[in-house]
Structures are given as C-alpha cells and as structure tokens.
C-alpha cells in the first residue's frame, strides 16, 4: 500500500533551521501534486507550501522566504527546508500528496501522520 512518513521534526530554537522530509513508499505509478501542512495547537490546518511534479511552488506568506520546498523524484521525497524558524511556526507538519498506485485505478490524495516541530527558546 502507499504510505507517506514524515521525518525531521524537533525542537529548535527562535532563528534555528530544521528540514523536514516526507518519503513516499509502495507501489507507486507517479507521484504528482506534494505539499506540506501545519496545524499548531489553536489552529486548523493550514497549506504551507506545495510543489507540482514540474517543480513549480506556492508558499504561505507567512514563510515566504524563510521555507523552502523541493522534490526528489527518483525517491519519492519531498523536503521542506525551514530557516530563521520562529515561536508561532510550532505545529505538527502533515506531508500531503495525491499519488497513483501501481495496483490502484484513479489517482488519491494521501496524508502522512505528521512530525512535531517545535520552536522554543
């Protein structure tokens, strides 16, 4: 079955970095739209940035120039590096794709199970 599992996560100080990773894995035709997710403790969840198979991004202003995501193809990964982290970016980040498997038919959007990132002094 296809899966999506987030890595990366911790705690980091006010102004530190942290590069978040989300390996898909299973039988997968092709991968196509991949992003990233945040919901922090009074929050909904939130896109952060999203990334097409072209290569081609979109961010949430509130982390334009500060994140920056990319794909490896050849492994099924997606990354998102976050710089000059601040208090309010602590959430739980939720990597989201939408994939088409091998054994499937139509192509589905999948959810990985997120990984904390916290940013505290």
């Known amino acids: 079955q296809v899966q999506l599992v987030e890595s990366g996560g911790g705690l980091v100080q006010p102004g530190g970095s942290l590069r978040l990773s989300c390996a898909a894995s299973g039988s997968i035709l092709s991968i196509y739209y991949m992003g990233w997710y945040r919901q922090g403790p009074e929050t909904s969840r939130e896109l952060v940035a999203t990334?097409?198979?072209?290569?081609?991004?979109n961010y949430a202003d509130s982390v334009k120039g500060r994140f920056t995501i990319s794909r490896d193809n050849a492994r099924n990964t997606v990354y998102l590096q976050m710089n000059s982290l601040k208090p309010e970016d602590t959430a739980v980040y939720y990597c989201n794709a939408d994939i088409r498997a091998l054994v499937g038919g139509r192509t589905k959007n999948y959810w990985g199970q997120g990984t904390q990132v916290t940013v505290s002094s």
């Open positions: 990334i097409t198979s072209g290569g081609s991004t």
